[in-house]
């Protein structure tokens, strides 16, 4: 069993900085892809970031080049570092992990899915 847990989530300006993290336990080893999604009530989720067991990243268009994401193995942790936030970055943010390690792209995992995937924490974006 897996269990992630987010944090990190709350109400900033237009064009501030957050930063999320996602805490893992249970059986953390064979997470081979893990990412950040988030939704709009009413909307379907959209995947944000991925990164796989080696470190490569993969984004979704809109957050290049403001959102970066990492891990930390050690801990078990995944972080989602947000900077130049806009409004339209308000959602909830769900932290997600899968042991599948083919196809740990944005574009994919946003069409098939994860296996865990927690709660989630909300981001409010104000202009």
């Known amino acids: 069993q897996v269990q992630l847990v987010e944090s990190g989530g709350g109400s900033v300006q237009a064009g501030g900085s957050l930063r999320l993290s996602c805490a893992g336990s249970?059986?953390?080893?064979?997470?081979?892809?893990m990412g950040w999604f988030r939704q709009v009530p009413g909307q379907g989720r959209e995947g944000v970031a991925t990164?796989?067991?080696?470190?490569?990243?993969s984004y979704a268009d809109s957050v290049k080049g403001r959102f970066t994401i990492s891990k930390d193995n050690v801990n078990n942790t995944l972080y989602l570092q947000m900077n130049n936030l806009k409004a339209e970055d308000t959602a909830m943010y769900y932290c997600?992990?899968?042991?599948?390690?083919?196809?740990?792209?944005?574009?994919?995992?946003?069409?098939?899915?994860?296996?865990?995937w927690g709660e989630g924490t909300l981001v409010t974006i104000s202009s």
């Open positions: 997600a992990a899968d042991p599948g390690l083919e196809f740990c792209t944005v574009v994919v995992r946003t069409a098939y899915g994860m296996a865990f």
């Open positions: 249970g059986y953390t080893s064979g997470l081979d892809c």
């Open positions: 990164i796989d067991t080696h470190g490569s990243p």
